[in-house]
């Protein structure tokens, strides 16, 4: 986990520093706020939920940026029954992700499209109320490496706030399976 996270920060300090030398100022920074809803793609997965995410970025051009986003997704819990024991099982994530944004324009709608690796915490937390240790084989507190590709739905043009929809997939790299994740969000640009 640290090594991972020392090399995503690393690389986005090379980044920036070697992106706008003495042209670019603070004012260049731009940054996003989203809300909506995203679904764990697993076996036995639950229904879903709330989903929160933001992030900040950097010109390396005028039609690229980089820069780093966080989100937390509310994935849902589901009911898992073994005999006469019932434990409930909480899903979450929490993850950073170093991206590129590209703002295409040519492609209709699509006002930006990002991708890049990332660094996931994936959570599933038990809570029962007798024989915990009948379920340990469904928590999960992981830290494990990721990847985002988001496509955003948003105007080109130049605005103090532009308002949009992006559609996001993820995966986090876990040892016994891969979490993928879906997500829809109202998104914000300022």
Request: glycine share 12%.
């Amino acid at each position: 986990m640290t090594r991972a996270a020392v090399a995503l920060i690393a690389a986005l300090v090379l980044t920036l520093t070697s992106a706008g030398g003495a042209r670019a100022g603070i004012h260049d920074f731009r940054g996003h706020l989203s809300f909506g809803y995203t679904k764990l793609l697993i076996t036995d997965a639950p229904g879903g939920s709330m989903s929160f995410g933001g992030g900040v970025d950097y010109p390396l051009r005028e039609d690229v940026r980089v820069g780093l986003d966080a989100a937390y997704d509310l994935l849902g819990s589901r009911t898992v029954p073994r005999g006469s024991l019932v434990a409930n099982v909480d899903y979450s994530t929490f993850d950073f992700a170093l991206l590129a944004h590209w703002t295409p324009q040519s492609l209709g709608p699509i006002g930006r499209i990002s991708a890049g690796p990332a660094l996931v915490s994936t959570r599933a937390q038990l809570s029962t109320s007798g024989g915990g240790a009948a379920f340990l084989d469904l928590a999960v507190d992981d830290v494990v490496p990721g990847a985002q590709l988001t496509v955003t739905l948003i105007s080109r043009h130049p605005a103090p706030v532009r308002v949009g929809f992006e559609v996001d997939s993820r995966v986090a790299f876990r040892h016994e399976e891969n979490w993928f994740l879906e997500s829809i969000r109202l998104t914000f640009h300022y």
